[in-house]
């Protein structure tokens, strides 16, 4: 199937970011796979290997800033004490690599598609969204490369907002395909379905310009940390993944 053209003529990577999203409760006897950073000549790729973990990396520029001449007023620490709420799920979110096997339910589906983009209420008879919007314009859409979940075929999804329905495009597994365009990030980690997010740029620049397509940057960031908060209540596991050829995307969609 083909993606619209506005999607596809933007200059605005297609694949903004992919979510690996997978049924577990049993992260914690696993463990977690680790990253390998490659920082070679291609330094927005990175080649990952579950088995053998993470090589070290100390980052050139350092990851706290300071102002050491101006005044501090040091807050209430919140580390490690919320036991419930939002601020819980937010602090207990990790990311994970390896998974259990297991099916994804539709009912969990639903849960996880809702927190992405479902409809959550009307004004001035815009629908609205559980993620803001720059002029509730919307840009981000939702695709889906299911794996395994219940009562639905393997293959690759839109996910139609207005309806709140999944539209199949293609059938079939994409394993190998997701592996190669994410440089083998996927395939061994059992992942019952991946998220695809995307921008069509074009919805947002009619009225923003080309500013827009930052406005759509920071409702995708809204709409990944959405996800995965719900992953964290549900008791699943996911990875967000930056690294992978955005053309190979394309033709997987």
């Known amino acids: 199937a083909s993606v619209s053209g506005a999607e596809d003529r933007g200059s605005i990577p297609l694949g903004s970011t992919i979510l690996f999203l997978l049924l577990t409760a049993v992260l914690s006897s696993l463990g977690t796979g680790k990253a390998r950073a490659d920082f070679g000549k291609t330094p927005a790729f990175v080649q990952y290997n579950t088995s053998k973990g993470i090589a070290g990396y100390k980052p050139e520029k350092p990851i706290f800033k300071h102002y050491p001449q101006a005044p501090r007023v040091l807050l209430p620490s919140l580390r490690g004490k919320p036991k419930s709420g939002a601020l819980a799920t937010m602090s207990k979110r990790r990311s994970h690599r390896r998974f259990a096997e297991g099916t994804l339910s539709r009912t969990e589906l639903a849960q996880l598609l809702h927190a992405a983009a479902g409809i959550s209420g009307q004004r001035w008879s815009v629908p609205l969204r559980t993620a803001p919007s720059g002029g509730a314009l919307f840009p981000v859409e939702v695709y889906l490369v299911i794996h395994d979940v219940h009562g639905l075929k393997p293959g690759v999804y839109h996910l139609a907002v207005e309806d709140f329905a999944l539209e199949r495009l293609r059938e079939g597994l994409w394993k190998n395909e997701l592996a190669w365009a994410s440089i083998n990030q996927t395939g061994k980690a059992k992942e019952s379905l991946t998220i695809i997010l995307t921008q069509v740029r ?10 827009g397509a930052k406005y759509g940057w920071i409702e995708l960031g809204a709409i990944m940390q959405n996800i995965l908060l719900v992953v ?8 967000p993944i930056g690294a992978f050829h955005d053309s190979r995307v394309r033709k997987i969609l």
């Open 232 to 239: 964290e209540d549900l008791g699943l596991a996911a990875v």
């Open 202 to 211: 074009e919805r947002i620049e009619q009225k923003y310009g080309p500013r």
